[in-house]
């Protein structure tokens, strides 16, 4: 900060120097603080308090009025001044340009030229005079309202999608550290109020290594900007490149370097995503700030264990869950205060027991709410842990209104949450409130439409209001994204029954048997079956193999994948009494409570529901309120 005496001094070296460097695009914030000599957080202090912008927008400022100053004295073209003054995009350039002055770039010399008094002959005759002087009216007006200064524009969306991010070394060392970073920057962008939509980092898992371009990412994801992250070695230095690319202008609009080491790996992402909100020209709310600021923990290991865990865990497998479950573990061990870990626990017993891979589920389940509690006594402003919490009273404890009350707040605190709308989507429909439901599902699939948990729920609410069309819709959906997705199959086996197409239930039983080794030699039977029955036929074989099943294979998984749907088999094939007593038995154990609570507004119970004991389960359960209320 050699020669540096004041603001006014650091002002002008400031601008001298982003003078020298106007034609060189990637010159940004990190590259002026460097000439400086001073730190990035010093400068934009200094340059926030003297000139009351951002440091992009200071750059930004002293690039468009050397832009205007050329229109106005050179006879460049307007491409060749903004390849000038350091953009490489044109369209940029001129939206850029139009929202600093209130018109366009190519305007500027007209401009000039219309200063300029004229007088205007009085020879000519009225009638060439008048459609001249109409003309000259007519494209006066609609310049000004089109490019007027001041001109309130309709504010686009700003919708987001961080990819994740990719490594110069080929050994991927720095995985772990990328892969957190960029958790960690939809994290704190999401948390921007200005900021619309941030798509989830589950949805943007299957576009790593992807060859798509900018453009198309963005229609594929349904975000206006794509951010990039590339993290490499220079110098026993790491470094993290960042660039944003706008759909708009079809163009990357911006680019920064930052330096990464252990000391900032928790502060990094905050800094990337104010940056980033400066260069799109959302403003911080005092709230955005506090949220930004929030430290969770200040112990480097904690943190670092956390986000290795969520890179585990969000690939909702079950050999990543368990590991996630253990990064988690260490992470609590490192800082038992560290209210997010709490909550990673939580949801990861939740898929363990939801998903059948802990046996008994209740005993998961209650492992997830005893940690989703924790969590909630650390920090009550965590989303995750509320909604974890509204599941585990929906599913294991049957109290619906304190679900709700949790899923509401959930909500509330992290409205783009999709995890949130869809169990809120699955207590409103178990309640019958069918239309809702669908409302809440339908927020879901707009915050991540590449989830395939998100179109299973869809699915289920489509079968339950018989609209089996658009459910068989959202089953060839999930396959589409994810082809082992072995519960979907029952759902297109059930809506091809309703739908009274017996070839295509056939071929899925015949998918379904074919899951395992010890149900596939069954598989030649189907054929058999359903020349001899029809769908009747695979009904009867369906319970047939069940029962042999339950009585013969020793893997509690196969057993359950099985038996979760003999119920609703029963109920269909009009085998009353055994339905009725499966639900019972499951009512006085309670070892499945997700496929006992969807009794409502399942239409395969409808022959059930003038039944006392079918009534008596209702009861129980304590939704009768809900089915005499007939919502």
């Known amino acids: 900060m050699t020669g540096i ?8 070296k400031a601008t001298k120097i982003v003078e020298e460097n106007l034609a060189n695009e990637l010159f940004g914030v990190s590259e002026l603080a460097n000439e400086l000599g001073i730190s990035r957080s010093y400068l934009h202090r200094k340059i926030n308090a003297h000139e009351k912008l951002s440091v992009s927008q200071f750059i930004r400022r002293i690039r468009l009025k050397k832009a205007k100053e050329l229109l106005q004295n050179t006879s460049l073209t307007v491409s060749a001044v903004a390849f000038d003054v350091g953009y490489s995009s044109v369209t940029y350039f001129s939206k850029c340009y139009h929202d600093y002055y209130g ?48 001109t309130k524009k309709q504010q686009r969306t700003r919708s987001f999608a961080v990819l994740p991010p990719t490594l110069n070394n080929s050994d991927s060392t720095y995985y772990f550290e990328g892969q957190g970073i960029a958790g960690m920057l939809i994290e704190n962008l999401s948390k921007i109020n200005e900021i619309d939509k941030v798509v989830p980092w589950i949805t943007t898992q299957p576009f790593a290594d992807s060859n798509l371009s900018d453009a198309r990412l963005s229609k594929e994801l349904g975000a206006n900007y794509i951010v990039r992250l590339n993290i490499g070695e220079e110098n026993n230095e790491i470094y993290v490149d960042v660039e944003l690319y706008d759909s708009e202008v079809e163009s990357k609009i911006w680019f920064d370097q930052y330096n990464m080491s252990n000391d900032n790996l928790i502060q990094l992402p905050k800094e990337i995503a104010k940056d980033i909100a ?26 670092d264990l956390y986000t290795k865990g969520r890179v585990f865990w969000n690939k909702r497998t079950e050999n990543g869950v368990r590991n996630s479950i253990e990064l988690f573990k260490m992470s609590i061990r490192k800082d038992s205060t560290f209210a997010l870990a709490w909550a990673g626990m939580a949801d990861a017993w939740c898929i363990l027991s939801g998903y059948g891979w802990h046996l008994p589920k209740k005993g998961g389940e209650d492992l997830a709410k005893a940690y989703a509690q924790k969590a909630l006594e650390l920090d009550n402003s965590l989303a995750e842990a509320h909604t974890a919490l509204g599941f585990l009273y929906c599913y294991s404890d049957w109290k619906w209104e304190e679900s709700e009350k949790e899923l509401q707040e959930a909500i509330r605190l992290k409205p783009d949450y999709s995890f949130s709308h869809l169990v809120y989507a699955l207590l409103l429909d178990i309640k019958g409130n069918s239309s809702k ?10 915050l991540d439409p590449f989830a395939p948990v998100l179109h299973y729920v869809s699915a289920t609410l489509y079968y339950n209001q018989g609209d089996y069309n658009n459910s068989l819709k959202e089953c060839e959906k999930i396959l589409s994204l994810e082809k082992n997705f072995a519960s979907i199959h029952w759902w297109l086996f059930k809506n091809y029954y309703k739908k009274g197409q017996g070839k295509e239930a056939a071929d899925v039983l ?122």
Do not use: C
């Open 5 to 12: 005496k004041s603001n006014t001094d650091l002002i002008k």
């Open 278 to 303: 400066e260069e799109v020209d959302a403003e911080l709310s005092n709230e955005d700030k506090m949220e930004l600021e929030k430290v969770y923990t200040r112990i480097y290991e904690a943190y």
């Open 437 to 446: 439901a669908r409302d809440e599902i339908n927020i879901a699939l707009e």
């Open 103 to 150: 018109y366009a770039p190519g305007v500027e010399r007209k401009r000039i030229v219309s200063e300029t008094p004229v007088k205007i002959q009085t020879l000519h005759r009225r009638n060439v005079i008048v459609p001249v002087f109409v003309a000259a009216v007519v494209l006066f007006f609609s310049v000004y309202f089109i490019f007027k200064p001041g």
């Open 510 to 631: 015949i998918s379904i048997l074919k899951l395992n080794a010890f149900t596939e030699i069954y598989a030649n039977e189907v054929e058999i079956a359903f020349e001899g029955a029809g769908l009747e036929g695979l009904i009867e074989l369906i319970i047939e193999i069940t029962n042999k099943v339950k009585n013969s294979n020793p893997d509690p998984k196969i057993r359950l994948y099985w038996e979760s749907y003999l119920p609703e088999i029963y109920a269909i094939s009009g085998r009353e009494d055994d339905a009725l007593a499966l639900l019972e038995d499951y009512l006085k154990s309670n070892s499945e409570g997700d496929r006992l609570v969807r009794l409502l507004n399942n239409p395969d119970y409808i022959p059930l529901r003038n039944n006392k004991r079918f009534r008596n389960i209702i009861n129980k359960l304590g939704l009768n309120d809900y089915y005499n209320s007939g919502v």
